[in-house]
Nanobody
Framework: QVQLVESGGGLVQAGGSLRLSCAAS????????MGWFRRAPGKEREVVAA????????SYRTSVKGRFTISRDNAKNTLYLQMDSLKPEDTAVYYC???????????????WGQGTQVTVSS
């Protein structure tokens, strides 16, 4: 049974930082591209960042470039998202997901976590 469990969300002031983690089990983590997505209230889910299984390919949505960093530790089956210089518009539920292909499209992700809330106050 595949499980992706996010942690590290919370309430932070604008300009602050958070580090999200996603622990994977029941899946060969190193075979999958891993991505972070988010859904803000009243909006559709959007990709935040993705990283290929070997780390050679990485992508970020434009609005988070230079502020967020996606990384992974295949030995620990864990994905990370370091979020710096947070803005109120980053407020959302953040999800990690796994895909067999490198993609920014949520339809191509096979497994999803339950999400963790990130709230950035102004």
């Amino acid at each position: 049974q595949v499980q992706l469990v996010e942690s590290g969300g919370g309430l932070v002031q604008a300009g602050g930082s958070l580090r999200l983690s996603c622990a994977a089990s029941g899946v060969t983590f190193s075979n999958y591209t891993m991505g972070w997505f988010r859904r803000a209230p009243g909006k559709e889910r959007e990709v935040v960042a993705a990283r290929s299984w070997d780390g050679r390919a990485t992508s970020y949505r434009t609005s988070v470039k230079g502020r967020f960093t996606i990384s992974r530790d295949n030995a620990k089956n864990t994905l990370y998202l370091q979020m710096d210089s947070l803005k109120p518009e980053d407020t959302a539920v953040y999800y990690c997901a796994a895909s067999r292909t490198f993609s920014n499209y949520d339809s191509e992700y096979d497994y999803w976590g339950q999400g963790t809330q990130v709230t950035v106050s102004s």
